[in-house]
T-cell receptor, first 116, second 116 residues
Framework: DSGVTQTPKHLITATGQRVTLRCSPRSGDLSVYWYQQSLDQGLQFLIQYYNGEERAKGNILERFSAQQFPDLHSELNLSSLELGDSALYFC???????????????FGPGTRLTVT | AQSVTQPDIHITVSEGASLELRCNYSYGATPYLFWYVQSPGQGLQLLLKYFSGDTLVQGIKGFEAEFKRSQSSFNLRKPSVHWSDAAEYFCAVGFEGMEYGNKLVFGAGTILRVKS
């Protein structure tokens, strides 16, 4: 158990809908990352938040957005869903520290999204 | 651009045999290096990490990895594979620089099959 929690575990929804995925980081971690994993694209970095502020952005679609709240939990919002958005979505968190430790990411169990 | 290459998509080894999974990166300086393991339907678990110092690092589950600067490689090894090691293995690299945040760039993964 990494200490990172994600809800829900599974989500099935229809095209055009909007969903929200939730992540709680490990205790004390200020950074939260979101990743999408699919068979054809592999593991893709979407976005990073650090203490409530966006820190880095990856291949995140405009239909997707995220935020990190004062209690440090994060939500990933996916809207106007398409079949191709079906994937595993992972959240990770990392500690604050010098040199490499701030890159040391701990992953949650993921949310499996199926768009029908 | 910074990149991470895992040249082997699949590897099959016999139980009890030794294992080496390859990872190469493209970066001008020494990055932060990680190996993760993912069992089917599960999140990613951190196996080991390299930040600096001794180039041979030990991790969990009997794995080790060696950083070779001259080859820009960080190969994962295990002297004797167990059937429970069957999983997908990801090499990940953290590159310093504000534009990257603390994100990790992942290789495409290597699926390990263990035959009895």
């Amino acid at each position: 158990d990494s200490g990172v929690t994600q809800t829900p575990k599974h989500l099935i929804t229809a095209t055009g809908q909007r969903v929200t995925l939730r992540c709680s980081p490990r205790s004390g971690d200020l950074s939260v990352y979101w990743y999408q994993q699919s068979l054809d694209q592999g593991l893709q970095f979407l976005i990073q938040y650090y203490n409530g502020e966006e820190r880095a952005k990856g291949n995140i679609l405009e239909r997707f957005s995220a935020q990190q709240f004062p209690d440090l939990h994060s939500e990933l919002n996916l809207s106007s869903l398409e079949l191709g958005d079906s994937a595993l979505y992972f959240c990770a968190s990392s500690p604050t520290g010098g040199s490499g430790s701030s890159y040391e990411q701990y992953f949650g169990p993921g949310t499996r999204l199926t768009v029908t | 651009a910074q990149s991470v290459t895992q040249p082997d998509i699949h590897i099959t080894v016999s139980e009890g045999a030794s294992l080496e999974l390859r990872c190469n990166y493209s970066y001008g300086a020494t990055p932060y290096l990680f190996w993760y393991v993912q069992s089917p339907g599960q999140g990613l678990q951190l196996l080991l990490k390299y930040f600096s110092g001794d180039t041979l690092v030990q991790g969990i589950k009997g794995f080790e990895a060696e950083f070779k600067r001259s080859q820009s490689s960080f190969n994962l090894r295990k002297p004797s594979v167990h059937w429970s090691d069957a999983a997908e293995y990801f090499c990940a690299v953290g590159f310093e620089g504000m534009e990257y945040g603390n994100k990790l760039v992942f290789g495409a993964g290597t699926i390990l099959r263990v035959k009895s």
